[in-house]
């Protein structure tokens, strides 16, 4: 059974830093992907970052500089480190895990969310 679980949203202030984490387990992918998702009310859906088993990470262009997608292997944690937020940052934050085929990630399993909230 793959289990995915966010942690380490919260509450800042415009310029602060927040560093989520995601434990998912279960999966058995041989090659994978994994990613962070955020929602906020009245917007679409948008994936913000994304890593595969071979190492290579997307940043969406709003977050390029300010946040950074990085995975532990030894203890299979996902992190994402958000510096400089901004108010247009606060969401909820999802984690995924998938499978990678290609540069599309497919049979994605999502986390529950992590709420972020930046104030200005």
């Known amino acids: 059974q793959v289990q995915v679980m966010e942690s380490g949203g919260g509450s800042v202030q415009a310029g602060g830093s927040l560093r989520l984490s995601c434990a998912a387990s279960g999966y058995t992918y041989t090659t994978y992907c994994m990613g962070w998702f955020r929602r906020s009310p009245g917007k679409e859906r948008e994936a913000v970052a994304s890593i595969g088993s071979d190492g290579r990470t997307r940043h969406v262009d709003s977050v390029k500089g300010r946040f950074t997608i990085s995975k532990d292997y030894v203890n299979n944690t996902l992190y994402l480190q958000m510096n400089s937020l901004k108010p247009e940052d606060t969401a909820t934050y999802y984690c995924?895990?998938?499978?990678?085929?290609?540069?599309?990630?497919?049979?994605?399993?999502w986390g529950p969310g992590t709420q972020a909230t930046v104030s200005s």
């Open positions: 995924t895990v998938g499978r990678l085929v290609g540069v599309s990630c497919k049979d994605e399993y």
